[in-house]
């Protein structure tokens, strides 16, 4: 008798977008035998390359529903394929610990209340007289910022992650397309994905994964699917002060919103995805600096040296993300949001369970 695992060979499926979901997606249909083709017109333009790749899963303080029930998936997928590709890529790996910062002192009792109520040994309320929180204030020239930390929570290399894949995806001779895909159909048995360059890739799957781009695709279906632009921001500052040393600063944390990354003595990177538009405007500079009151001098006299950004997309009167069986055979996974690479173990658990049962 054949395998399962023969049996999926048999069948073709067709990933549009290559993103971190995308790419997870095949990462995870290979590995269950399945012929994967990968579709995208510009996969080093998409918003995963603008990723800072935070992990805030077991910070997240909703810790009921379907959003928290991936999340926990997720949490305990990620050390197995973090292990799995390092194969790939033996320095890939989660920077741990991840640090949630505030001066808003009623956010702050909102954190303490859930640290209590959570008894997790690696969830800890920061105490104010510790060095770390003392070293914060410091170099932010204030006085009111505190915070939790997360043992189990931290920082996986977005670009890394990304290389990574692809390496994997080379190794296991996965097509890539460098096309956009138009129209999809069904005929038969088979769905037809039609190119701009009027290419026809027939496959027995289609999964989107192409964020805004996916409802286009779909409009024809009878689906009621609203997406919005969300976009995500960072840039790099560098900093001429001698009294300043952010590399005393945590490798990773977030403060007021803003995620924020020393790379060394004197440089940081600032990031969010935070505006519902498409384009950056004018003022980068501001929006992303404005996570306290007054700003530190080093911070106002920062020279940016590297801006870049991605658009996102975030469901519209449903809950992000959207993962959906549309029909036979017609499978969406869009609407990330801000936690793309966080859910993506979860979202290829998903989607192969999926495919598994439509092939049972």
């Not at 197995?80 to 741990?96: G, P, R, V």
């Not at 390496?167 to 769905?191: G, M, P, R, V």
């Not at 009621?224 to 001698?242: F, R, S, W």
Request: with cysteine.
């Amino acid at each position: 008798m054949k395998s399962l695992k023969e049996n999926f060979q048999k069948a073709h499926i067709v990933i549009i977008g290559s993103g971190i979901i995308g790419k997870f997606n095949a990462l995870e249909l290979s590995e269950l035998g399945f012929k994967v083709t990968i579709i995208d017109p510009a996969q080093h333009k998409n918003s995963s390359n603008s990723a800072l790749g935070l992990l805030m899963g077991n910070m997240y303080q909703k810790r009921r529903g379907r959003s928290w029930d991936l999340r926990k998936q997720s949490i305990e997928l990620w050390p197995k394929w973090i292990k799995f590709l390092q194969q790939f890529n033996c320095e890939l790996n989660i920077e741990k610990p991840l640090i949630q910062l505030t001066t808003n002192e009623e956010k702050f009792k909102k954190l303490k209340i859930f640290i209590h109520e959570n008894h997790d040994p690696n969830l800890q309320i920061l105490k104010k007289d510790s060095i770390l929180i003392k070293n914060i204030n410091n170099i932010f020239q204030t006085k009111n910022i505190k915070g939790i930390i997360s043992f189990n929570d931290g920082r996986i290399d977005a670009m890394s992650l990304l290389k990574t894949l692809d390496k994997y995806l080379k190794n296991e001779k996965i097509n890539f397309l460098e096309d956009e895909i138009i129209k999809i159909k069904k005929s038969k048995n088979q769905w037809i994905s039609k190119t701009k360059n009027n290419k026809e890739i027939k496959s027995d799957i289609v999964i989107l994964c192409n964020s805004l781009n996916a409802v286009n695709l779909i409009d024809g279906l009878s689906q009621n699917i609203k997406l919005k632009p969300v976009l995500g921001q960072a840039m790099e500052i560098d900093i001429n002060d001698p009294e300043v040393d952010l590399l005393s600063l945590p490798k990773q944390f977030s403060m007021n919103g803003k995620n924020i990354i020393p790379k060394s003595k004197n440089k940081l990177i600032i990031g969010s995805t935070d505006e519902y538009s498409t384009k950056p405007g004018e003022n980068t500079f501001e929006k992303l600096t404005n996570f306290l009151d007054k700003k530190p001098t080093w911070l106002i006299n920062g020279q940016v040296t590297k801006k870049w950004f991605g658009v996102r997309s975030r469901p519209e009167g449903e809950p992000s993300p959207i993962m959906k069986n549309l029909r036979d055979g017609l499978i969406i996974c869009t609407g990330f949001y801000k936690n793309g690479i966080l859910l993506a173990p979860a979202c290829s658990k998903w989607v192969g369970n999926e495919i598994k049962d439509y092939f049972s």
